[in-house]
């Protein structure tokens, strides 16, 4: 049921994408990310109501045409010993922030609510640096009224605005 997507070659829609001063967009993206195969019924059928409800043709937040209609979820970011955990964390980060958005997006879809970060599943990571494995999880919060996603690791948390 679970598959895994070489998705390094792949863009993100620009529009799921953070934005950082004077309006730069980041195109990081992670290496690999998990979907959902169509090979059990319960998720043909999930795919084929979705597709008639008109979503089935942007599922995910990549741009490539066959991709983007798998519903991809978390994500693994691969370096090499000395291949930089930050950058791995970046990269990372900016696929689950997409994929997040991406999922409020076609929430927001089947009702005139525009849904909160916060009411939003959390969403898990993971970087690979060398033998190091380090998972992240990912879960939209409020800070002061501003709706935000937390990115959180065993040792590590810092804020996605």
Known sequence: MLKAE???PQTINSELLPTMPKNYRVQKKCDYAFYYHEDTQQVSDLYDALTCAGAGDVLSQTTDSHTKRRLLFSGLEVKHENGGKDEALAQLATWIVAGMENTRKLWSQSSEEVHSYRDLPPMVGWTIV???WYTWVT???????TD???CNSASTRFELD
């Open 130 to 132: 060398g033998l190091d």
């Open 148 to 150: 935000r996603l937390v």
């Open 139 to 145: 879960f939209g919060a409020t800070n002061n009224g």
């Open 6 to 8: 070489n998705v390094q």
